[in-house]
């Protein structure tokens, strides 16, 4: 069965410092890849999305980046962090586009910038 | 760009009583899919129920089921005989046919009361 794995749990990041969020999937291939952020009281919102190795799409302007070294590897990274970076960031899969397959989440990121 | 609008940023229910949630979208395309996610305090993401824009049979999913309105772009979700464990943040979900992004609602958080 398919399994992701999100880490770590909770980060407490001083602002200026670097970010880095990882996300891996296991019993698939090729996924599909995507991070989200939810800022307290919103809704979801999506950063980016990978739809295979080195393939990145970013949805809006910000002070993070991603990166897909690996089939089943999706990082999160800022070089420095801002006070609206603060949230909880959710990484997910899918198994491939244009179809009604599920997106699956990790267990996601409670990120503090202080 | 496609939006999806949750009006009720909060509801409440009874437990054995039946709510709806309410979520009206907005897109030009004729082929999509419509999701309800789950997020219970945990802040893990559940797959509810989804919903393929083609058929006009509604969802349903045990005690879970839509009301899926094409020409009005309404998708609302029904729980019945509700349940303390139905406690959560709820987000309904758009996505495309032909892109790879699922885009969310600002969520409604539902409290049921024993």
């Known amino acids: 069965s398919q399994t992701i794995h999100q880490w770590p749990a909770t980060l407490v990041q001083p602002v200026g410092s670097p970010l880095s969020l990882e996300c891996t999937v296991e019993g698939t291939s090729n996924p599909n890849l995507y991070w989200y952020r939810q800022a307290a009281g919103r809704g979801l919102q999506l950063l980016f999305y990978?739809?295979?190795?080195?393939?990145i799409s970013s949805e809006v302007p910000q002070n993070l980046s991603a990166s897909r070294p690996q089939d089943r590897q999706f990082i999160l990274s800022s070089k420095k962090l801002l006070l609206s970076d603060s949230g909880f960031y959710l990484c997910a899969w899918s198994v491939s586009w244009a179809s009604a397959e599920k997106l699956f989440f990790g267990s996601g990121t409670q990120l503090s910038v202080l | 760009a496609q939006t999806v609008t949750q009006s009720q940023p909060e509801m409440s229910v009874q437990e054995a009583e039946t709510v709806t949630l309410s979520c009206t979208y907005d897109?030009?395309?004729?082929?999509?899919?419509l999701f309800w996610y789950k997020q219970p305090p945990s802040r893990q993401m559940i797959l509810v129920i989804r919903q393929e824009a083609y058929k006009q049979q509604n969802a349903t999913e045990n005690r879970f089921s839509v009301n899926f309105q094409k020409a009005a772009k309404s998708f609302s979700l029904k729980i019945s005989d509700s349940q303390l464990g139905d406690t959560a943040m709820y987000f309904c979900a758009f996505r495309s046919y032909n892109t790879d992004k699922l885009i969310f609602g600002t969520g409604t958080r539902l409290q049921v009361f024993p």
């Open positions: 990978s739809v295979g190795i080195g393939q």
């Open positions: 897109t030009s395309e004729n082929n999509y899919y």
